[in-house]
């Protein structure tokens, strides 16, 4: 097959202008080489495209592909990760990973927690303001937890979003409102043990194929898997595999918020345990980074003891099995 390659490349982002945080959603030549020859090694026929600007430019020349391989995380919007599955809808091109809709609907925090509480998947109750003057209606406990809506990378995190009184609610709230221009997430603070699942495949097919822990060492901004500690993970974090009975428990939360959220072909579901013992969801990434060596999903393969163009090869039959 002759599979199409979309992306966002971080480096022609920062030689625009953007600030480094603005980018760290997008990816490095290293991700998208890395792509390229497991796509080849698993016997198809790689072409770069790039962006959603590309990808419109090289479809009103009329090329195609058989699918496309995207991993394009977009610039602006809540529907950012919607825009390229969004035009290819418009040709017709099939691509792997969620469609527009599943994209849109796990970008904004709020509406995929709404979701899965109608499912009846265990995630914390949460608000989602979207003006100052509505923390003081919040009637959450402290300590809370404020992030913003619709970010990733761990964008917007950082100490500051650990709230211990509700004095401090509402100063928070105002500094992630002015800097992301976007609603704010505020639910209980979960202080136990984090893990990320990674998930394979879609509906009842789908598989939790690892249980990944995070440890955050010493040096990391502590009780937060911040956008710093995520920044500088080689000295900051440590990352185990885990099967225990917790980490069962969060394989089966992940893979429940996977089905209700209609994810598909690959990605991964971040879940952390509360003082009273049980696993909550956190939130769920359908558009996994893939980096072959920094990646959060290539790492745990690793661990498991695969290569990472088995990685690829799994997703793949995954997306191709839908055609």
Known sequence: MKIGLTYDLRSDYLREGYSAEETAEFDKEDTIEGLESAIRANGHTPERIGHARALIGRLAKGERWDLVFNIAEGLRGVAREAQVPSILDVYGIPCVFSDAAVLTLCLHKGFTKAVLQAARVATAPFAVVTQASEAHDIALPCPLFVKPVAEGTGKGVSPRSIVRSKAELKPAIVELLEKFNQPVLVEPYLSGREFTVGLLGRGENTRAVAVMEVHLLANAEAGLYSYSNKENYEDRVKYTLADDAMAREAAKVAREAWIALGCR???????????????????????????????????????????????????????????
């Open 265 to 323: 072909d690959g990605g991964r579901a971040d879940l952390r345990a509360g003082a009273d013992g049980r696993v909550y969801f956190l939130e769920v990434n359908p558009l996994a980074g893939l980096n072959p060596v920094t990646s959060d999903l290539p790492i745990m393969w690793r661990m498991l003891g695969r290569n990472y163009d088995d990685l690829i090869g799994e997703i793949l039959k995954e997306a191709i099995g839908r055609l």
